[in-house]
């Protein structure tokens, strides 16, 4: 295959994508774990912080 070909063949493969879901709801899920998950850092280094 010649470069071009490849170009094409990748296009072709990835052009078609479809969201498994509605991208908004997705993206704030994707978001609030992300915040929570920096909470309970923020809440265990804490903690860890003050026991010494």
Do not use: G, W
Not at 24 to 40: H, P, R, T
Request: charged share 30%; proline share 4%; net charge negative.
């Amino acid at each position: 295959m010649t470069y071009m070909e490849h170009l094409k063949d990748n296009r072709l493969a990835y052009c078609p994508l479809k969201p498994v879901s509605d991208d908004k709801v997705f993206l704030e899920n994707v978001a609030q774990e992300i915040v929570d998950m920096e909470q309970s850092r923020a809440m265990i280094a804490n903690k860890f912080e003050y026991q010494s």
